[in-house]
């Protein structure tokens, strides 16, 4: 017997068979989408042979295994490679095509100077992660290991990287300096150790001035290469966007430090094995911090080891000037000054049991209570100085335990619990991210090819001059080893005496 249908029940029908056929036709057009050519970035690995990122251009992950493989043979750099090495584990959001900066014309321009004598392993780690958060040009004054031609051919090799060598030309453009005729700084002159190298941060701060600002830089910040930026409360994680968001009428942009608060005694890596910080003053209720400070200081000199008064950034202006390591200021007025309520500068300080020496070493004072006082400005610096030139490495390590590492989780805990330390783990992880993409490792391969290029370019140059102004082949030979040692040795110059009164200004190194 037929059925009679109605209108509805045949428009149901209709609807019951286009339904499956509509969603068969959408799921081939999205596995088209997948497999064709269009242009889909959250499909992409961060392994792909053509990712790009800075220092990262010319190499795949071939290349890239290769080279870590083949630095790891090389015991004079063992252990940068054991720090810096790469992984195959994708955890880093890079995306094959994808350039790091996403806008052709990023701002605002930031840019970052600092002083350092440090090595690869502490460098491109630093380095890396601000270009993460949006620095767009790095002035490095080199000296001691980063000066070194193996080591200061891979920073040169970087995009935006500009390393600026302690030559004679600079020495004498430095001694001309105004900053000699200033009294803000008069109280630093003529005296060792850490008063010299605050007096050496000046005068690079004055100079990098002058090269951000022809490099079309909007913001200039010194930062030492044991300090990372933590642009914490801006919309994203990013230095960039922090300063975006910064009145138009403000100079200076105060970044209050949080001091690393290690949790044992044999860290190799700082960035990526501290997570413990102690809060600045700044950034907790005074109640809070005036209640706690016997328990938050352990009985060391002051609450922070070493500087408290953290670090800034300056918007690039005419009459700009430093003032001293921490602050910028201005020849013609008084800078508009805020502080940053929740963005701090994290301060990784004798995070390494072998800091203790290497800063003893770096100092020719002798270990008693007056000659410190003079040497350095700060009581922790004087103390840990005196330890490290008088006691056995036993005792150095005892004392290490009980003035630097946090060994007493009780007291970690409730100080967790009242907010004077904190977990910060950010810097960390972007820092594994970018040492597991090989982005490390990609950049020491092309400053090895760099250095490669330079040396041979060097020995033709070395041969052809010899050839023309000498026949022998044993004088060719010996002249040629001569002038290729004057070309590795000219960027750099051994220590000097600071300028004295009535004499001719020379600087150190």
């Not at 080279?67 to 195959?88: A, F, K, P």
């Not at 690393?260 to 102690?278: A, C």
């Not at 630097?404 to 009242?418: F, T």
Request: proline share 6%; charged share 25%.
């Amino acid at each position: 017997m037929a059925t009679n249908r109605t209108p509805s029940m045949n428009r149901l029908l209709l609807l019951l068979t286009l339904l499956p056929l509509g969603l068969a036709i959408f799921a081939f057009v999205l596995q088209w989408r997948g497999d064709g050519d269009l242009d889909d970035p959250t499909g992409r690995w961060p392994g792909h042979h053509s990712a790009a990122f800075p220092g990262m251009e010319n190499s795949s992950p071939s290349s890239e295994s290769a080279s870590s493989s083949s630095l790891s043979t090389r015991s004079h750099s063992s252990d940068c490679v054991e720090i810096l090495g790469s992984s195959s584990k994708p955890s880093f959001p890079h995306y094959k095509g994808w350039k790091f900066g996403f806008e052709s014309d990023p701002k605002p321009k930031i840019c970052i100077q600092t002083s350092t004598s440090a090595g690869l392993e502490q460098i491109l780690p630093w380095l890396f992660y601000h270009k993460v958060m949006g620095v767009a040009q790095f002035l490095l004054f080199v000296e001691g290991k980063a000066a070194k031609p193996h080591v200061s051919a891979i920073l040169e090799s970087i995009p935006g990287v500009k390393v600026i060598y302690r030559t004679r030309d600079l020495e004498e453009k430095q001694a001309r300096s105004r900053i000699w005729n200033e009294t803000w700084l008069a109280g630093f002159f003529y005296k060792p150790c850490n008063y010299e190298l605050f007096v050496k941060q000046s005068l690079n701060m004055e100079m990098a001035i002058v090269m951000a600002r022809e490099a079309g830089m909007e913001w200039i910040i010194h930062l030492d290469t044991d300090e990372l930026l933590h642009p914490a409360g801006a919309a994203e994680y990013s230095l960039r966007r922090l300063l975006a968001d910064t009145p138009s009428d403000v100079d200076l942009v105060v970044f209050p430090n949080y001091e690393s608060s290690i949790e044992k005694d044999d860290i190799k890596d700082p960035f990526s094995e501290v997570s413990m910080f102690k809060k600045n003053y700044d950034h907790l209720p005074k109640e809070t911090y005036f209640g706690m400070y016997k328990e938050a200081t352990r009985g060391n000199p002051n609450y922070f080891l070493t500087y408290g008064n953290g670090k800034s950034a300056a918007r690039i202006q005419d009459n700009l000037r430093p003032n001293g390591a921490h602050r910028w200021h201005n020849y013609m007025k008084t800078p508009k000054e805020i502080k940053l309520e929740e963005a701090a500068v994290l301060h990784f300080t004798y995070t390494k049991f072998s800091d203790l020496t290497s800063r003893r070493d770096r100092c020719g004072c002798k270990p008693t209570k007056d000659d410190v006082q003079r040497c350095f400005m700060l009581e922790f610096d004087r103390a840990a100085f005196i330890i490290a030139s008088t006691a056995t490495e036993e005792e150095m390590k005892n004392w290490y335990n009980e003035h630097v590492v946090w060994n007493d989780k009780q007291l970690n805990l409730k100080l967790l619990r009242k907010g004077i330390l904190t977990r910060i783990y950010a810097p960390m992880s972007i820092i594994q991210g970018l040492r597991e993409s090989g982005v490390f490792a990609s950049a020491i391969e092309a400053g090895q090819t760099r250095l490669k290029q330079r040396l041979a370019s060097a020995e033709n140059k070395t041969e052809n001059s010899i050839s023309k102004s000498i026949g022998s082949l044993s004088q060719s030979s010996t002249a040629r080893k001569i002038m290729e040692v004057n070309v590795l040795m000219d960027s750099a110059i051994p220590p000097l005496s600071p300028p004295r009164p009535g004499l001719n200004h020379t600087y150190w190194l």
